[in-house]
């Protein structure tokens, strides 16, 4: 578990998993509305040498960041019904290839994911106020 104070640590964060994130890997960022999930993806993002501005893909269900280490596809999960709608606009396609792969709202299409997966979850920590931030993480390979 990790805590984080402000925004920018929570980028931060994002930015060391985006540097050591391998070919084909997937993340799975949850969290209620307003965590930090886009935060840590546009640190991420960073970590991967991707310059572009990355926003949250919630109306557009997935987009691809080039010009980093590593292709960056980011997904939002939060306005499908079904998984088969992942499907249908070739989004599990993305999966397992060569580049990496953050899936916000990850609970809307968890059949679909690869089974080593790394789960972030931010959470606010009430008691703490402000930007105070936890994120655990679970899974992945050698998990």
């Known amino acids: 578990m990790i805590e984080t104070a ?26 209620d509305l307003g965590a930090g999930k886009t935060v ?7 970590g ?7 926003t949250s893909p919630t109306f557009t269900l997935m987009q691809v960041y080039e ?3 590593l292709p960056l596809c980011h997904m939002d999960a939060y306005r499908l019904e079904e998984e088969s709608e992942l499907e249908a606009v070739g989004g599990d396609e993305y999966f397992g290839g060569d580049g990496a792969v953050l899936v916000e709202w990850p609970e809307m299409v968890e059949g679909l994911l690869p089974e080593d997966t790394v789960w972030i979850r931010i959470d606010r920590i009430p008691e703490k106020g ?4 936890r994120i655990t993480v679970k ?5």
Not at 139 to 143: D, P, W
């Open 67 to 69: 010009g980093g280490r």
């Open 40 to 46: 840590f993806a546009k640190g991420f993002a960073e």
């Open 6 to 31: 402000a925004p920018g640590e929570t980028r931060a964060l994002g930015v060391r998993f985006g540097r050591e994130a391998r070919p084909g890997q997937v993340f799975a960022l949850s969290g």
């Open 130 to 133: 402000g930007d105070a931030r």
């Open 139 to 143: 899974g992945g390979r050698g998990a």
């Open 48 to 54: 991967l040498g991707i310059t572009a501005a990355v």
